[in-house]
């Protein structure tokens, strides 16, 4: 299986560091660190392995700098993409600017996004589910899943 699947919570300590659960530890490849990580889409953070990041960097290498929206897209998408590696006892650190922008304080969540984690203030990530029906989760898949979207 290549990527990630689950849901975990954990804490940030004093420093803005946590540890990475054992169940994403699991599925990591043997050569994960060091870790890209990034601001997400929403207000959340995006864990990267190397392994997924590398083809994606190399993807907006490719894409044409005379063109206002993309030199927009790449630094919207890259300001703050920061290396990190777990320190000795097994913590991630993470950047104070990413803290801010994800509102993260002490409870977290770990959330798979197939080829990367993303991380989400506990509260902010329950909001978001507490405001989708069934009825409008229904109505995304079909919209999502009808074969327009997936690459053949």
């Excluded at 601001?39 to 700098?65: H, I, M, Q, V």
Aim: with cysteine; glycine share 6%.
């Amino acid at each position: 299986m290549n990527g990630f699947i689950g849901e975990y919570e954990a804490r940030l300590d004093a420093k803005g560091r946590f540890l990475l659960p054992a169940g994403f530890k699991k599925q990591m490849p043997e050569v994960a660190a060091p870790f890209v990580l990034n601001r997400g889409f929403e207000k959340c953070l995006s864990l990267y392995t190397a392994e997924s990041w590398n083809p994606l960097f190399e993807k907006l290498g490719l894409l044409n700098d005379f063109d206002p929206k993309v030199r927009e897209f790449k630094r919207y998408f890259l300001n703050g993409a920061t290396q990190v590696e777990p320190d000795t006892a097994g913590r991630i650190l993470l950047p104070k600017n990413l803290m801010e922008y994800a509102g993260l304080d002490k409870d977290i969540v770990l959330v798979s996004a197939i080829d990367k984690i993303e991380i989400w203030d506990k509260i902010k990530y329950r909001q978001f589910f507490d405001n989708f029906s069934p009825e409008s989760f229904s109505d995304l898949a079909r919209e999502v899943m009808a074969g327009k979207n997936i690459p053949e």
